[in-house]
């Protein structure tokens, strides 16, 4: 089976401006979770999508938002980037079938803010 | 809260030693605990994982043990290979809450050829 795949791999915005990545999961995988990555604070849990729905969400401004849609591939959306915005942002995918909790990351998406 | 402490924040050791990672969680109601290994550039990459049911899983040569009465697990890598040098997470995942990994801060582990 193909991997979790992410683009784009790498953007570069300005302050204020908004942008928007996208996840496409293991084929069968329907539950989406996103992850922030940064030096100061390592990996830190965003969101997690299932059947479209947003299940659980962790401690993050409302400029992070996200989606699923019926093919289970997901979108993040941030609005008015900030420069602590800069980091390198993972999802990962599970399939929730018997009981499996493993997670299987992307490569991500590096986002500079400038 | 939720949170999970990770030590050493970085290791290295030679070729063929054997190298531990300790990680304590703050949540009695963790119930799965999986290892990640992210070399530079690359994707996180699950390597090994256990659930709470089960004191001791083993794969070649990485291994994990759990204590839920202390709240605390290792991974323990034996003969270890320049190519094991990276960066280790632990994680752990709480009952009822889906896919939220909290993630220890991370091991950056160095084996010297």
């Known amino acids: 089976k193909a991997g979790v795949t992410q683009t784009p791999r790498y953007l570069i915005k300005t302050r204020g401006q908004q942008v928007t990545l996208s996840c496409s999961p293991i084929?069968?995988?329907?539950?989406v979770s996103w992850y922030q990555q940064t030096p100061g604070q390592g990996l830190q849990f965003l969101f997690e999508y299932f059947s479209e729905t947003q299940r659980n969400k962790g401690n993050f401004p409302g400029r992070f938002s996200g989606r699923q849609f019926s093919n289970s591939r997901s979108e993040m959306n941030v609005s008015t980037l900030e420069l602590g915005d800069s980091a390198l942002y993972l999802c990962?995918?599970?399939?929730?079938?018997?009981?499996?909790?493993?997670?299987?990351f992307g490569p991500g998406t590096r986002l500079t803010v400038t | 809260g939720e949170n999970v402490e990770q030590h050493p924040s970085t290791l290295s050791v030679q070729e063929g030693d054997s190298a531990v990672i300790k990680c304590t969680y703050s949540?009695?109601?963790?119930?799965?605990f999986p290892w990640y290994k992210q070399e530079l550039g690359k994707r996180p990459q699950l390597i090994i994982d256990i659930r709470s049911n089960v004191g001791e899983k083993k794969d070649q040569r990485i291994a994990v043990t759990l204590n839920k009465t202390a709240k605390h697990f290792s991974l323990h890598i034996t003969e270890t290979q320049p190519e094991d040098s990276a960066v280790y997470f632990c994680?752990?995942?709480?009952?009822?809450?889906?896919?939220?990994?909290?993630f220890g801060q991370g091991t950056e582990l160095s084996v010297k050829p």
């Open positions: 084929s069968g995988h329907r539950s």
């Open positions: 990962a995918s599970r399939t929730r079938q018997g009981g499996s909790y493993e997670q299987y």
């Open positions: 949540d009695s109601a963790s119930n799965y």
């Open positions: 994680a752990a995942r709480s009952l009822n809450q889906g896919g939220k990994l909290i």
